[in-house]
């Protein structure tokens, strides 16, 4: 069965280009800062929102159009995976990326569903042995299933935590089997809606010993993948316990799992939390966190998780350079968390907005990459803390001052001599940066 045969291979053209199937700045082979494009970016294609969304939200069913939703239960996974790969090829994606729902149905008890997975993951399996796409992730749904009301590994109810535990241990074991790179835990429903019901610290700390036990478990079965926790607030329940980078960042150092895990890091869940998507970024990586990217983008003007493919290139510059300043993403990618918009129904939107996506990380990258060359921010960040770089400056960074010290120092300066921040004329620079590029 064919899905996307009508649709060319996508490939790069160049910025002239006025072809909607070719990639205008991404071309994987170009040697940006010392690696290809390609490995920079390690792109992912998002399983549950490219093959299952359906284009529903809060105030209205679905619209979009695919060739498979005449099909039902297994017939339509199968079909799925067949359409997958298919786009996989059109795209040269070199990750895909999926929860165990996506790409399987539940069955009537936990024996069916990891039946449907077993026959699922077995034609994936067979599939990955003719593509170049790899998985990325892979991750348990431990939030659509009413089952879930209540949270999952800080579910009130121990049946409904055991459940998770099995989900979790079965995806271990299919990320093992397919080859993932990394498994990310997305806690959807660990959070509270009320403190009037809610022990705190009891939840926390079961989320910590589901942890630990999925470490352990990783351990036995000799799997390599690197464990990533992907932070959101709000959105589904009122406060969810990985509010943020920092909030998980504490939560780890706290349980004395930090080195177990790094933070996939999502675009769209910083706006929710009031950050930019750069802040974010920086938070991981200035304490070693930072894994992975869920690369989409959010509406400033709606109050839920809209996972826009992104084309903010301004935010996509300054996400890239944290990824260089981290040394790249390691075993982690960018997986392009996006839908379509619900208006967007028809199949070959798909293709554009992963064009779209694709192009605009791709400039994030080739700009970026140019401002690290030129010092770009280095110098600025010199010249602002340059004070602290001699005299009582340098004895304040070394330790080798006090109270004492610093009150006569203080004592005896006047006036107090300042320096502008310049930030007009910093965005200015950039938009130079970035209106120069090929």
């Known amino acids: 069965m064919s899905f996307f045969t009508k649709f060319p291979d996508i490939a790069y053209e160049g910025a002239s280009s006025n072809n909607n199937f070719a990639f205008k700045q991404y071309n994987p082979s170009e040697i940006i800062a010392g690696k290809t494009m390609k490995e920079h970016l390690r792109f992912a294609v998002a399983y549950w929102h490219t093959f299952t969304e359906d284009g529903s939200d809060p105030f209205g069913s679905g619209t979009m159009q695919r060739p498979w939703d005449h099909l039902s239960g297994m017939d339509q996974a199968k079909a799925r995976v067949e359409a997958a790969f298919e786009l996989f090829e059109k795209l040269d994606a070199p990750y895909f990326c999926f929860h165990d729902i996506d790409i399987a149905p539940e069955g009537d008890n936990l024996h069916e569903t990891f039946k449907n997975l077993d026959t699922i993951v077995a034609m994936i399996k067979d599939y990955m042995k003719t593509s170049d ?13 009413p089952r879930f009301m209540h949270g999952a590994a800080t579910s009130n ?10 989900k979790v241990k079965k995806g271990l074991e299919i990320g093992k089997e397919l080859g993932a790179e990394n498994y990310v835990f997305w806690g959807g429903r660990e959070g509270y809606e009320s403190l009037l019901n809610t022990d705190m610290k009891f939840e926390l700390d079961n989320l910590a010993r589901f942890y630990e036990m999925a470490i352990s478990y990783k351990k036995d079965i000799e799997s390599d993948a690197q464990f990533l926790i992907e932070p959101k607030p709000k959105e589904p329940t009122k406060h969810q316990y990985d509010f943020d980078a920092a909030t998980s960042y504490s939560f780890l150092q706290n349980y004395g799992l930090d080195k177990d895990f790094k933070l996939n890091i999502e675009a769209n869940h910083a706006t929710l939390a009031g950050h930019t998507f750069e802040h974010e970024l920086r938070t991981a990586r200035i304490h070693g966190m930072l894994g992975s990217v869920d690369a989409n983008q959010g509406d400033l003007l709606l109050g839920w998780d809209t996972d826009e493919f992104p084309s903010d290139l301004y935010s996509a510059v300054l996400s890239m350079y944290e990824i260089l300043e981290n040394g790249g993403l390691g075993k982690g990618g960018l997986n392009f968390d996006a839908k379509v ?15 779209t996506g694709m192009d605009t990380f791709a400039t994030g990258l080739k700009v970026a990459a140019q401002l690290r060359e030129d010092d770009f921010f280095k110098n600025i960040l010199n010249e602002r803390y340059k004070s602290f770089s001699s005299d009582i400056g340098k004895k304040i960074v070394h330790g080798q001052t006090d109270f004492y010290e610093l009150e006569q120092y203080a004592l005896n300066n006047a006036p107090i001599e300042h320096q502008s921040g310049r930030l007009e004329l910093i965005k200015a620079k950039i938009n130079q940066y970035l209106l120069n590029i090929n």
Do not use: C, G, P
Request: net charge negative; proline share 0%.
């Open 341 to 355: 918009r619900r208006s967007s129904y028809q199949l070959e939107d798909l293709l554009h907005a992963h064009i």
């Open 133 to 145: 796409t790899k998985l990325l992730w892979n991750t348990a749904n431990m939030f659509t299933h």
């Open 157 to 166: 109810e121990v049946d409904i935590y055991a459940h998770a535990a099995a």
